[in-house]
């Protein structure tokens, strides 16, 4: 299962995020059809949606307030709890392939900044200069949105589910029965130097558990950090919900407490699933042997049965 952002999708964007989830999903089951474990699938799924300029994560990605990009990412093995996740990185462009390398080569979990780029160059990935990931299209959206915060509170502005949040994820189970959970961010537009979101933080916007489930969440991620949503979420898998009702007390629960916006995909061993949102749109994608559905579900929508 695959996830491109929940939030007010416009419909010229609708197919560019259709087709993006589209070939996210079809990266990440070649890597099963193989027999690639779960983790392998979920980076390779990640990679192609930082790739993808639609998306916030890699290139593309929402600017800062200084006019850069900074990633986030993170990526969770459900048969071990090894996970791996940097924050605040400007000048790799993969940030989920230095995820992994701190999950597999590093005893740490998390590194942050000029540290994570350290780490990830001296593990084989090559660093890049920050005006590789700027995009114009993300310039002008800066621009508009500086102009914006002037009639709004900051805090308006980001928590309004217009605005965008193309959090990029992933969740797969293997041929040996584990589960694991990839996210990865450009984070929020207009952000302060050094904010780190909701996405590349265990238990909040990641989480995969064989004993309960994987779960990767997209929207405002101040909320979705105060609730440690995604723990929360595989929670309600470990004793008995089942997961489709799991993700939307969990985003019942997120505009109950604290008025949040934003999605979710979710997945058990037994291959059970739930995706949930209560924006106006979300992009996700899901593939099993025999079946693949596509979409960009409209709220209100049960997505799956």
């Not at 969990?250 to 999605?263: E, F, S, T, V, W």
Request: net charge negative; glycine share 12%.
């Amino acid at each position: 299962m695959v996830h491109g952002g929940a939030w007010a999708i416009p419909d010229d964007a609708v197919e560019a995020h259709r087709l993006g989830v589209g070939n996210a999903l079809a990266a990440g089951w070649r890597v099963l059809e193989r027999g690639g474990t779960a983790v392998e699938a979920v980076e390779a799924a990640v990679v192609v949606l930082e790739d993808d300029e639609t998306f916030d994560a890699g290139r593309g990605s929402f600017l800062n307030h200084d006019g850069k990009v900074q990633l986030d990412a993170m990526i969770m093995e459900g048969a071990t709890l090894r996970a791996g996740g940097v924050g605040c990185v400007e000048r790799v462009r993969n940030p989920i392939r230095a995820a992994r390398k701190v999950l597999e080569e590093s005893p740490h979990l998390y590194f942050v900044a000029d540290g994570a780029e350290r780490f990830a160059a001296e593990h084989g990935i090559q660093l890049i200069d920050n005006s590789e990931l700027v995009i114009p299209r993300e310039v002008e959206r800066l621009r508009n949105a500086k102009d914006q915060v002037q009639l709004e509170t900051p805090s308006e502005f980001v928590s309004s589910p217009m605005s965008s949040h193309d959090t990029v994820g992933a969740v797969a189970l293997d041929a040996q029965g584990n589960i694991a959970a990839a996210t990865s961010t450009g984070g929020t537009l207009n952000k302060m130097p050094g904010r780190v979101g909701d996405s590349s933080l265990i238990g909040c916007g990641c989480y995969a558990d064989n004993e309960s489930a994987a779960v990767s969440t997209t929207g405002w991620g101040e909320a979705m950090m105060k609730l440690v949503l995604g723990k929360w979420t595989v929670d309600r898998v470990l004793i008995g919900t089942e997961p489709q009702t799991a993700a939307e007390e969990a985003i019942a629960y997120l505009k109950r407490r604290l008025n949040g916006h934003g999605g979710l995909i979710l997945l058990d061993r037994e291959g059970r699933v739930g995706i949930a949102h209560n924006t106006p749109r979300m992009a996700w994608a899901i593939k099993t042997i025999g079946s693949e559905r596509v979409g960009i579900e409209n709220r209100g929508n049960r997505v799956l049965a």
